[in-house]
């Protein structure tokens, strides 16, 4: 993009429709955005003033000649800051629980809507993690190739990819994780390569029939092979996505089980009886069972091999956070080499 054109997109201003223009250039790295002439996301804020969100990132670039401020809020909390021209305005992924964002730029001390960057995304965190990515690349040259993992337009995940040598049909796998946030379960996930290879997975066709919920981290494989397609240049870096299967088995079919009830409580903490029931035909080797309160780990013990058709007890005496309302218990396993798990929540009541 040429400088003229930047600069007419800089110029247009808000006036209540969405912005035709959705340009993207440059990244984002380690969750902050960085601004400079490839640098640029527009979107409209919804409403114009508000917005309803959770930021990976939040940026802005005005014109020279300006001196910026935003009016920030979340739930009612002030985060203005002064900022010079050619501002950014990074927000971690620690006030994701921001619900309603009061955004207003200030213009040479006057209030004006124009050409701010946001990426706009709901404030219900979904995690999308445990991904398993089974690639191929080939790389001929000196330059230094980047994958990069796209949901709503926002970058999730930057990798670097670094010059390696395969045969031909040959598979390297890596393991990828993520944290996708949104309201509801993205439509795709977006693989591009050095910006100039885009291919998107739909994910709202394979979610059906979900057995574990999208909430609870499902397992997510895609599958990446040689076709010969040039997506880096002067670099031979060949990649395609050939398939997304969600591994979540169903209750149905489900060989491992997981039971848990609490019993009350004593000085150290509550008091939680655990049965895990092995129905397979195999013994259930080496499992783990953790604890989680508030979204902190309180407990991980390695439990002793489960033989067929068999079940094992275990009394845990969990100390948690304050004003925890409930326990998720998770038995983690492995299973022809790859890591499986089962959940279990159980509510706190006041009787405890």
């Known amino acids: 993009m040429d400088d003229s054109t930047l600069t007419a997109l800089l110029e247009k201003k808000f006036s209540g429709e969405a912005l035709s223009e959705s340009v993207v250039i440059g990244e984002s790295i380690g969750g902050l955005y960085r601004p400079s002439k490839q640098s640029v996301y527009f979107h409209k804020v919804k409403n114009n003033s508000k917005a309803t969100l959770s930021l990976l990132e939040i940026g802005a670039i005005f014109d020279k000649q300006e001196s ?58 979904v995690f999308l993690t445990h991904a398993t990515i089974i690639k191929l690349i080939e790389d001929n040259s000196d330059t230094t190739n980047w994958i990069k993992y796209y949901t709503g337009g926002a970058i999730i995940k930057s990798q670097e990819i670094k010059k390696i040598s395969v045969k031909s049909n040959e598979l390297r796998q890596n393991n990828i994780h993520f944290n996708i946030f949104a309201q509801k379960v993205p439509q795709y996930l977006e693989i591009r390569v050095n910006e100039r290879y885009v291919k998107r997975l739909e994910i709202s066709k394979n979610c059906d029939d979900y057995q574990i919920p999208f909430d609870k981290e499902p397992i997510f494989t895609l599958s990446f092979k040689n076709d010969g397609i040039d997506v880096g240049g002067k670099s031979k870096s060949f990649i395609l996505i050939t398939n997304l299967i969600v591994n979540s088995a169903s209750k149905k079919q489900r060989s491992i089980d997981l039971e848990a009830e609490i019993r009350g409580r004593n000085e150290s903490g509550v008091i939680v009886n655990v049965d895990v029931f092995n129905n397979s035909e195999s013994p259930l080797e080496a499992p783990m069972l953790v604890a989680f309160s508030s979204g902190i780990l309180v407990s991980k013990i390695d439990l002793e091999s489960i033989q067929p058709k068999s079940s094992a007890k275990r009394e845990l005496v969990l100390k948690l956070p304050p004003n925890s309302s409930s326990i998720t218990l998770r038995l983690i396993w492995k299973e022809n080499s790859e890591p499986q798990y089962i959940e279990k929540k159980i509510k706190i009541t006041n009787q405890i």
């Open 68 to 125: 910026v401020k935003w009016r920030i809020w979340f739930d009612g909390i002030s985060v203005s800051k002064q900022f010079k021209p050619n501002f950014i305005l990074p927000i971690g992924e620690n006030t994701y629980g921001a619900t309603v964002i009061d955004i207003t730029p200030l213009v040479n001390r006057e209030a004006k809507r124009r050409f701010h960057k946001l990426t706009v995304i709901s404030s219900t965190p």
